[in-house]
């Protein structure tokens, strides 16, 4: 199966539309680095504007806040709502790609299983998932923390700010990444299982995102009866739990916090744990439909 695995992802990477992705990801970050360089205080004025009534900060503190741990928070919050598409160009032609080329029934007289089949082709939608992710790491943390140093983490909440110590934030990013892995990883076993159901890989990969920008925009509404009914089952209420892992717990009345932790970690790992059975259900799904699939026609 590895060497299946190498030749799924060779037959991936050899395409050029591979590489738009990985060039739409470098373009996003490199502007949104380049507009914070040349005018990051008007940015940082922006964001204390809501809390200057309430709070007083000084120039000393706003320009320490302006560094290249708050620079990732801020590409990430607008880049991992558009990487599901990026996700799904990949996942949804796995399948369809391969019949719409008329390729799929001579890839079947290998001898291996559908299953096996399905595992490898899945296997290499998730490698590029992966390589997507890390190439944005490299890029928005760490090229941030080249480009405007490191600094305290301050991250604004709706009741007022909290302010993360440098020691204390590169692990938090790296959780986020790793939860974002799997948020991304739902979205192409989505598209993968659509893919199995079309011939032509436009259909799931449209399909896909209808599905996530649907989701999505009930995900975020805040209607009462959609709040017990809807929200809790959506894949897309969980994907943005990432940010629970930049929330520390406070030790006392006065906001003391505790370095290392995470104010509603359950809460995070439940999510989790959905976005993992979410990516069991679509897959094994994608498998049951597939070796039912009468490829003669």
């Known amino acids: 199966m590895l060497k299946l695995l190498k030749i799924e992802l060779f ?8 590489y738009i992705a990985f060039g739409a990801i470098a373009a996003i970050v490199f502007l949104i ?17 809501n809390l200057s ?8 503190f706003k ?8 620079i990732c928070f801020v590409i990430l919050n ?6 599901p598409l990026l996700v799904a160009l990949i996942a949804g032609d796995s399948i369809a790609g391969e019949a719409n080329m008329g390729t799929l029934r001579l890839s079947l ?8 089949y399905m595992l490898v082709k899945f296997a290499a939608s998730v490698v590029y998932t992966l390589a997507l992710l890390v190439w944005m790491a490299v890029l928005a943390l760490f090229g941030s923390m080249l480009l405007f140093g490191t600094n305290d983490l301050v991250v604004l909440r709706s009741e007022g700010i909290e302010q993360m110590k440098s020691f204390d934030v590169l692990w ?11 948020a991304l990883t739902t979205v192409s076993a989505l598209a993968f299982l659509l893919s199995v159901f079309a011939e032509n890989s436009i259909g799931p990969i449209i399909a896909t995102m209808s599905i996530v920008i649907v989701f999505t925009i009930l995900s975020e509404m805040n209607i009462p009866i959609y709040d017990t009914t809807v929200k809790p089952y959506l ?3 969980h994907m943005v739990a990432w940010k629970g892992f930049f929330s520390y717990v406070k030790a006392d009345a006065e906001g003391t916090t505790i370095n290392g932790s995470i104010e509603n970690l359950p809460a995070v790992l439940k999510s989790l744990g959905i976005l993992v059975a979410y990516i069991i259900l679509f897959f094994s799904t994608a498998v049951w439909v597939f070796r039912k699939k009468d490829i003669l026609t």
Do not use: C, H, W
């Not at 320009?63 to 708050?70: D, E, P, R, S």
């Not at 607008?78 to 990487?83: D, F, K, P, S």
């Not at 007289?109 to 096996?116: A, D, G, Q």
């Open 63 to 70: 320009g320490k806040l302006l560094n290249g741990y708050l």
């Open 172 to 182: 938090r990013y790296f959780a986020a990444f790793g939860y974002a892995a799997v």
């Open 235 to 237: 894949f897309t209420s």
């Open 78 to 83: 607008t880049l991992l709502i558009q990487m």
């Open 53 to 60: 009534g309430s709070f007083e900060f000084s120039d000393d």
């Open 109 to 116: 007289t290998k001898p291996v299983s559908r299953t096996e």
């Open 11 to 18: 037959k991936i990477f050899k395409r050029p539309r591979t």
């Open 33 to 49: 680095q380049v507009a914070l360089k040349f005018d990051g205080k008007s940015y940082v004025d922006l964001l204390m504007s």
